[in-house]
């Protein structure tokens, strides 16, 4: 019983010493081992034959001198290491950078709008038609009579047609006039458009009717329910509200606030908007790239070249234009910078798992902030200045998260590379060792220090096939004297 | 001039032990009457602030006894300098473990 006792007592002191700073461990354990030793001797001497717990209650004792010691001679740096080298800073900048980018995101509403593509469902085969040389969809580019020529025409390609200008128009509400953006537009634009209302119906009629926005129906309205059928002023015409459409809806170009829905043949002449088509099944292959280039002659004969985009393609949220890029990154990162983290081989000193695990628990976190960042950032970037519609706005978005994520693991490796294995904190002061043309007689290259005293790091100026990546040199006790402080 | 340093009450027991010429561990434990989780962790604190400073024992002592070597403590001076500053504030501790008289035992 008592041999077991001591076998006991031997592995509990071995798993506490898990707890002391691993350049202290052995001879920790060497104490409390020699120490147990003599109370095992003494309590034996005592209590012969029967079973006596005094040497268990004194290895209980290596629990607190386990902790004393890590908190005294903890994992941290001998010396003051400047805390723009260690790895919480760092951590902290990342995450300091996410979450302003998240905060950006949650208060921009064309961000919101754009992350929360998913909710917005438009029929599919519905394509937005706009000239060729106004693609970015920042102004209104087909004329309507284009339009009205083209709708009274036989369809070899189209279902339906619908037309659509954005223009301040007075709006009187509450006796009050305010000039607001109003989207003046076809009786079936959204029957085409096939956008569910928060309430009412906006179903094509005979008679002029307006649709508000979320935001102007609780604005001006209190969010009335009862504010169907009610009758407004719109411009000099006087037209019934027919339903309210919910917020982060409207995804085409052009601001809006309210939409009036009148015949083709009341919408005034003179201005040009766009075009928003529902394209027959057969022709779905035509826009399969998303995008395709057509041409439209007017009465007048004048050609006109134009894009047509298909708009069920770019409903599907930022994450199209994030995984791509991100997996290109990777794809490249092998030829952009060398993955190895250091030349493992050659280390004499095995760093304890935990060290590991903090090691690459470090790696992970930094990988996964940067992944976040990469997300976010392009996403403000691209849509924070637009309003739905932007297919530039998705270019951008793709460009930056492609050169954000190559730059991001680059650096990641980088860093990774430079952070001692002990401290995490990143070392400094290179200096050059050897010259050139000692290269393959002696050593030739950069040396760094650890501000810590824990390592010191070679990186070779010329990588051969005995010295490719970054050695450690990991530096005993005997070192700390020079970082004493 | 320099302050000294206070230590506490247990401190400087262990410390009075030590300079009494209990100089392991657990000697230290059996003439205090203190538990191992609070002497070893007082020494890493003495030895953190240079009062007292450890040696190993020599192996070949150890090994003609027939036993592993030991880890002794022995005082500094500025450990000493540090125990006369406690035995002023702390008169019952020279009653507690005589230095004269533990060194005849």
Excluded at chain 1, 124 to 139: C, D, K
Excluded at chain 1, 235 to 253: N, Q, T
Excluded at chain 1, 267 to 272: E, L, N, P, R, V
Aim: aromatic share 12%; net charge positive; hydrophobic share 45%.
């Amino acid at each position: 019983m008592n041999r077991f006792l001591a076998a006991a007592e031997d592995r509990l002191l071995c798993a506490i010493a898990l707890l002391a700073p691993s350049d202290r461990r052995a001879e920790w354990l060497r104490e409390w081992r020699s120490e147990l030793w003599h109370v095992c001797r003494c309590s034996h001497r005592s209590t012969a034959g029967s079973v006596d717990l005094t040497s268990f209650r004194f290895c209980l004792g290596a629990l607190p001198d386990a902790l004393e010691m890590r908190r005294i001679y903890g994992t941290t740096c001998t010396t003051r290491t400047p805390i723009h080298r260690s790895a919480s800073y760092c951590l902290l900048i990342l995450a300091v950078i996410l979450v302003a980018g998240w905060a950006f995101a949650l208060y921009s509403r064309p961000v919101i709008a754009e992350r929360h593509t998913e909710r917005y469902t438009v029929r599919p085969g519905l394509v937005l038609i706009l000239n060729a040389h106004a693609a970015s969809g920042a102004m209104n580019s087909i004329p309507v009579e284009l339009y009205r020529k083209w709708a009274g025409a036989h369809q070899k390609y189209f279902d339906g047609l619908a037309f659509y200008r954005v223009e301040r128009t007075v709006f009187f509400i509450g006796g009050r006039a305010a000039h607001l953006p109003i989207v003046h537009s076809s009786a079936q634009f959204f029957s085409l458009l096939g956008l569910p209302m928060e309430i009412g119906s906006a179903a094509p009629s005979s008679e002029p009717r307006l649709i508000l926005s979320d935001l102007i129906w609780r604005r001006n309205f209190n969010a009335d329910p009862r504010i169907l059928g009610r009758t407004v002023r719109v411009g000099e015409r006087l037209v019934s509200v027919a339903a309210v459409l919910p917020d982060g809806s409207w995804r085409l170009p052009g601001e809006a606030e309210a939409w009036l829905l009148e015949p083709d043949n009341a919408i005034s002449s003179g201005g040009a908007g766009y075009v928003v088509a529902q394209l027959k099944p057969d022709s779905w292959y035509a826009i399969r790239n998303s995008v395709a280039n057509i041409a439209a002659y007017d009465a007048k004969g004048n050609e006109h070249n134009l894009w047509v985009f298909s708009f069920s393609e770019r409903t599907n949220g930022p994450w199209r234009d994030y995984f791509v890029p991100v997996f290109l990154a990777l794809l490249v990162l092998p030829g952009l910078t060398s993955v190895f983290l250091s030349d493992k081989a050659v280390s004499t000193i095995r760093l304890s798992w935990s060290r590991r695990v903090v090691c690459c628990v470090f790696g992970a976190a930094k990988i996964a902030m940067i992944l976040g960042i990469v997300y976010i950032l392009p996403v403000d970037l691209a849509y924070c200045c637009t309003s739905g519609f932007a297919p530039a706005s998705s270019c951008l978005q793709f460009l930056l998260t492609l050169a954000l994520s190559i730059f991001g693991f680059c650096w990641a490796v980088a860093d990774q590379r430079k952070r001692c294995p002990v401290c995490l904190c990143r070392v400094a002061h290179p200096a050059r060792v050897g010259i050139a043309s000692r290269t393959f007689l002696a050593w030739n290259g950069t040396e760094l220090m650890c501000m810590g005293g824990h390592t010191l790091l070679y990186i070779p100026a010329v990588p051969t096939s005995w010295f490719y990546a970054p050695r450690w040199v990991y530096l005993d006790t005997s070192w700390k004297f020079l970082f004493a402080a | 001039m320099a302050q000294e340093p206070q230590l506490s009450h247990t401190a400087a027991m262990i410390l009075q032990a030590i300079d009494a010429g209990f100089v392991y561990g657990f000697s230290v434990m059996e003439n205090l009457g203190l538990p191992s989780g609070t002497v070893y962790p007082a020494l890493r604190r003495l030895e953190r602030d240079a009062l007292i400073r450890s040696q190993w024992e020599k192996q070949s002592i150890a090994d003609a006894e027939l036993r592993p070597p030991r880890k002794y403590y022995r005082i500094t001076a500025a450990g000493g300098s540090a125990l006369e500053a406690a035995r002023r504030r702390y008169p019952l501790l020279e009653r507690l473990l005589p230095v004269e008289e533990a060194r005849r035992s």
